[in-house]
């Protein structure tokens, strides 16, 4: 039997709630390089020291991809799908659906604001339903990145202008194409319009890290979508079982179809060993008619704006009954859960740590 949508309808809710009901839905990826990207910290390219696998604890240097490198990018991807059909705005006279990524403009009611989350001060704030992690190099940072030199020629294409030679060379160090970040992006109480929004924002975005515009293509590639009462491995616990099962010590580079069936692998074995229930654990030929059905989805105009304007609806009451437009009674009254109109008596401490969390 083809698993579709459908089969998941159990696992969704049909409004998004205002307590965490302990539904998790696990994006188990393969972020890869297809280009030369930059995923860097003052100039320079993040890195760690962390053990090489599970088994293998020789320590190495590993590139990182910092969580905000990656969720960024995917939110902007949504938020210009949002304003494309039409259900948000960057015109700041249109009130109704105007909304400012991240700032006191921010609309605290659309797809972006309510899932992704928002955090602005006394202005109100609202927690990320989507929990992701920094990503690090499955292979060492010795192998992994290259220095290049670049200049800036005139715009004859030479390094000189007006007969006197140009300084601006430089050198920057870069991610190489064909390397492997794996990462969990992991959606919390999901309903089936955030199910298809949060993994249409991971498919469709293509471009990551600093110079974005001329550089920094990479694919994800999901391995496994996992239905879960909790949260499972970490994204680094999940990379050094790779980095065993893959036999890396011995130098070897595998294909990327090999890594893909080695990661496959991988993460069912990891799976057994965490203390959650798994409603569902799709891979291999199940993932893909899923995945086949979301991307349908994309592709017909008509089925994505019926679909997005669903989600649209939902945010919106939720941001109504539980929000930054809820009034005291409608958000919970005394259990301190009011939106930004509710007293709360842990407001300043929440909103520290929401802060840190803000993309």
Known sequence: MTMTLANLTSFFHTEIPRLPNGKYIHFVTLRYSKSFPV???????????????????????????????????????????LRSLGLTSANKDDKEKYCAYNGEESCKKCPDCIIYGFAIGDSGSERSKVLSDSAFSITPYEVSHRSFTFNAPSEQGTMSEGGKMRSSINEQDHVLPEITFPAIETLRDPTRESFIYVLGNLLRTKRYGAQETRTGVMENHIVGIICADGEIFSNLHFTQGLYDSLGLTNGHLPSFSEL?????????????????????????????????????????????????????????????????????????????????????????????????EKE
């Open 260 to 356: 893909k069936e080695t990661a496959e692998k991988v993460m069912t074995d990891l799976l057994q060993k965490e203390m959650v229930r798994v409603s569902h654990c799709l891979c291999g030929e199940d993932l893909a008619a899923v995945l086949q059905e979301v991307q349908s989805i994309y592709q017909d105009s008509e089925l994505l704006r019926q679909t997005m304007t669903v989600l649209y609806k939902q945010t919106t009451t939720y941001s109504e009954k539980y929000g930054a437009y809820a009034s005291k009674d409608q958000s919970g009254g005394e259990d301190g859960k009011a939106g930004s109109k509710g007293k709360n008596p842990k407001k300043n401490e929440q909103q520290q740590e929401l802060t840190l």
């Open 39 to 81: 995923f860097r910290t003052d100039e320079v390219l993040n890195t760690v020291r962390t053990a090489a696998g599970l088994q293998d604890q020789k320590p190495i240097s590993r590139l990182v991809m910092f969580k905000r490198k990656q969720t960024t990018p995917e939110r902007l991807v949504g938020r210009e799908l």
